[in-house]
């Protein structure tokens, strides 16, 4: 089976790891550069084993480095699904700069959607949880649609 002509993941939007899978504590991502990029999305996936809530933020800085990171400040829109076991639907959230779950313990997915044009003369992002239970496991992803497609696309986790 192949794949339909402009249908590729891999080829089409450059997938980021941000977090690996960790457990409990407040948490930073890797900074992305967003200077090719289009349009991006922060995947975060919570495997909720204690009733806790987690707070997930963006923030923004002028470089990889963290330099004069900052929270966003332009709400974004937001997805989620607390619990991925019985449903695989995404729910549109109220459009904001952070997500919190819910205590409910599931196994939960949260997806922002950031526009580089709106971090102002910011071009790095991150994303960020705040303290949660040790048996909590948060992993998360960036997958960046670049400006330039190309088959051999510019790193992302440098400047």
Not at 43 to 68: C, P, S
Not at 71 to 91: H, Q, R
Not at 134 to 154: C, D, G, H, K, W
Request: aromatic content about 6%; glycine content about 6%.
């Amino acid at each position: 089976m192949g794949v339909k002509a402009g249908l590729c993941l891999p080829e089409n939007f450059k997938i980021v790891e941000a977090l690996k899978p960790q457990a409990g504590a407040a948490l930073t991502g890797d900074y992305v550069s967003l200077k090719n990029v289009l349009m991006a999305w922060v995947i975060v996936h919570v495997n909720q084993a204690n009733a806790a809530t987690m707070a997930i933020t963006l923030e923004k800085a002028t470089d990889v480095a963290a330099t004069g990171t900052t929270a966003i400040t332009t709400v974004v829109p937001i997805w989620a699904n607390e619990d991925c076991v019985t449903s695989d639907t995404l729910v549109a959230q109220t459009a904001a700069v952070g997500f919190t779950t819910s205590a409910a313990v599931k196994d939960k997915i949260v997806i922002f959607q950031v526009d580089p044009a709106t971090l102002g003369a910011f071009d790095c992002l991150t994303v960020k949880t705040g303290a949660s239970n040790a048996a909590n496991i948060t992993s998360a992803m960036y997958v960046l649609a670049e400006r330039y497609q190309q088959s051999t696309p510019p790193t992302a986790i440098t400047d």
